[in-house]
């Protein structure tokens, strides 16, 4: 029993670092995905600035043929005073000329706040861009390396499987099917070291016949609280 106990130990320590690189593994998807939205965002931002250069340019295209109308609308009424005969026609027409230039003195300061705001927006797309530029090649690297870690991750869990396999050819089916029936259920550990009397996985009191048992090395004894089986450090030599 106890040469079974070192393999069913070399077993659970093959076992142990496959949970954890496997647990490692399974982080790098989410890692790629965040990375990869985050590269989005950045996108998107540069897609957005865009459209509020489009939106702010064609405003102030409307507010130009909007001045030119107007421009002209000036010109005509100016043009049509000389053949104005009646005084209150004149003021009149005078009132719509002068109405007609408040309204372009209007247009011209929408104007120029379209002008302003469009070479803002010049300006952050300009440095969103090179930002991103430098981001985006970056953030390629670091998909690249996750990519890789995984890669390597999964070549070493296969050489764990296979030295598992080679484990498990040597221990009997019913104890290696008690031992994966517990690892399959506590995840990380299927064994536990005896330690001051108690069970090292989950720290609960051991009876004395459990005690005995384990330290006799003759049957395999397990924790009545966690289910592992349990091993006395002392009667077994880790090999």
Do not use: W
């Not at 010109?75 to 007609?100: A, F, G, P, T, V």
């Not at 070549?155 to 399959?184: C, M, R, T």
Request: hydrophobic letters at 30%; a positive charge.
């Amino acid at each position: 029993m106890k040469a079974i106990i070192r393999q069913l130990i070399n077993l659970q320590e093959k076992d142990s670092e496959v949970y954890k690189l496997t647990k490692k593994r399974n982080l790098i998807p989410e890692k790629i995905e965040i990375l990869k939205k985050t590269e989005q965002e950045k996108s998107k931002k540069i897609n957005d600035l865009k459209e509020q250069y489009k939106s702010a340019e064609s405003a102030k295209k409307n507010q130009e043929t909007n001045l030119a109308q107007t421009h002209e609308k000036i010109q005509k009424y100016e043009s049509q005073l000389y053949d104005i005969k009646h005084n209150e026609e004149y003021k009149k027409m005078l009132k719509q000329i002068e109405e007609s230039k408040a309204s372009c003195s209007t247009i011209e300061e929408k104007i120029l706040i379209f002008m302003e705001n469009t070479e803002k927006i010049t300006q952050q797309i300009k440095s969103a861009e090179q930002n991103f530029s430098s981001e985006k090649a970056e953030i390629v690297q670091k998909i690249n390396q996750a990519n890789a870690e995984k890669q390597e991750f999964e070549k070493e869990i296969a050489v764990l499987e296979e030295q598992k396999i080679k484990i498990k050819e040597i221990i009997s089916k019913p104890i290696l099917a008690k031992y994966e029936q517990i690892i399959k259920i506590r995840k990380d550990s299927a064994l536990a070291v005896i330690k001051d009397g108690t069970c090292s996985a989950c720290h609960m009191m051991l009876l004395a016949h459990i005690l005995d048992e384990a330290k006799g090395g003759k049957t395999l004894v397990t924790c009545d609280s966690c289910s592992r089986i349990l091993y006395d450090p002392d009667n077994v030599q880790h090999s």
